[in-house]
């Protein structure tokens, strides 16, 4: 048998078809998820470094007044409550 017939006889056979189908299969899962995590974390990181800034940039003084760049907050949210 030359390479040319025992390739022809191979690529006949089914024996493997399933096997082959659910590798194929799983590659593409993987693939998918790998695209979604990598999305999904790039958002996640973006999210946690803008909100990191905005906690940074945040000043709570005594009494629990808050001043910076916040959009103002709840009366007594700070340290102590504003409540003596």
């Known amino acids: 048998m030359t390479l040319v017939e025992t390739f022809k006889s ?3 056979r089914e024996a ?8 194929v ?3 593409t899962v993987m693939m998918l998820g790998v ?5 999904v974390s790039r958002g996640s990181l973006d999210y946690a470094g803008a909100l990191d800034e905005h906690i940074k940039a945040i000043e709570i003084g005594v009494g629990g007044t808050e001043t910076g760049s916040g959009s103002g907050g709840s009366a007594g949210a700070g340290v102590g409550g504003g409540q003596n």
């Open 10 to 12: 191979y690529a006949r």
């Open 16 to 23: 493997g078809a399933v096997t082959v189908d659910f590798v």
């Open 25 to 27: 299969l799983t590659a």
């Open 35 to 39: 695209g979604v995590l990598t999305t």
